[in-house]
């Protein structure tokens, strides 16, 4: 029997977050629980091979009533983000009610990470994740694996897929809110009616980058501490660091636009037209069609990471996910 066409409920706001700007703030503003009880939590570190020392921790959790043949799914965070944020939990929660063992994945220098790496992740850095999945003990992987990337971890998760195509080990994936064109939300970012948020990042970013563990030259922690922008920031540390000649040969090479049409596993592409940080005209002006693989889904509201909707105090990105993995 042929697989029935996915088709999600379209995204309903639920007072009073009406615009993409409240959407965004709500998600900072509501609480979610950090305990996942009844299910189970155990710390798994992934030392890596490339010379440099730097081991990935993050939080694998079992459902108290695990279902035989579900795959394991990999939950990948954003900027500034780690295991522990309210996106992270609010999907492991649905996924472990639900039978799914997750793995919440802190990628290199974030949250607890940070303490055992010398380097820091950004949006290109594929080769971490590459590395990951090649290292998790074969158990975990015994019914397959599937990933769900947020803003800064999906755009870095479909550079991954466009690098692999057919080789990569996943089965599908999905990214809420990636910023495809790093050059360009890089800019609307920084726009004065952003001034808050941009504030807000980039305080953040810098508190991370210079966190406990990391090894910075004296010109490195200069141009961190220095930076009065995302772009200067990435101009000057990320950039020169790894190997970039700018902010801008970083974003051009980088950036999801470039690998979109070498991704050849079923994965949803969810964004709303309105969020704040990332234009919607950049969605719009992809050309979907041409990559059977990719599917789009583009509500006009929703904010950034935010989709508080009517039906459900699960936020409706959890729900589509969830039901386009299980489809998948």
């Known amino acids: 029997m042929s697989r029935p066409p996915f088709d999600p409920p379209p995204f309903r706001p639920r007072f009073p977050w009406w615009s993409g700007d409240l959407q965004t703030i709500a998600s900072r503003l509501q609480s979610v629980q950090p305990s996942l009880a009844p299910h189970r939590s155990e710390r798994l570190a992934v030392p890596l091979r490339d010379g440099t020392g730097d081991t990935l921790l993050a939080s694998l959790d079992r459902p108290a009533a695990p279902r035989a043949g579900r795959p394991l799914v990999v939950l990948v965070h954003g900027l500034t983000g780690d295991e522990g944020s309210r996106y992270m939990l ?17 990628l290199r220098g974030a949250g607890p990470s940070r303490p055992l790496c010398r380097q820091h992740y950004y949006a290109g850095r594929s080769q971490d994740f590459r590395a990951l999945l090649s290292l998790l003990p074969p158990e975990l992987m015994r ?15 479909l550079k ?18 990636a910023p495809i064109d790093l050059s360009v939300t890089c800019r609307y970012m920084m726009r004065p009616r952003n001034r808050l948020y941009h504030r807000y990042i980039l305080g953040l970013m810098k508190a991370e980058a210079t966190g406990a563990g990391a090894v910075l030259s004296p010109r490195e922690r200069s141009a961190i501490v220095g930076s009065r922008s995302v772009w200067e920031y990435d101009d000057g540390f990320i950039a020169p660091r790894y190997g970039f000649a700018g902010a801008e040969d970083y974003y051009d090479r980088c950036r999801p636009t470039r690998f979109l049409e070498g991704v050849r596993v079923p994965t949803l592409v969810l964004a709303a037209l309105d969020d704040p940080w990332i234009p919607g005209a950049l969605y719009h002006g992809y050309a979907w069609r041409t990559n059977p693989a990719l599917v789009p889904l583009l509500p006009r509201q929703g904010g950034h990471v935010g989709f508080h909707g009517r039906a459900s105090r699960q936020p409706w990105s959890d729900l589509v996910v969830a039901e386009f993995l299980g489809h998948a």
């Open 90 to 106: 609010s999907m492991a929660r649905l996924l472990l009610e639900r039978g799914t063992t997750v793995l919440r994945l802190n």
């Open 143 to 157: 019914d397959g694996v599937m990933a769900v990337g947020y803003s800064l971890g999906g755009a870095m998760l």
């Open 160 to 177: 991954y897929l466009g690098e692999e195509g057919a080789a990569t080990p996943l089965t599908a994936t999905a990214t809420v809110c």
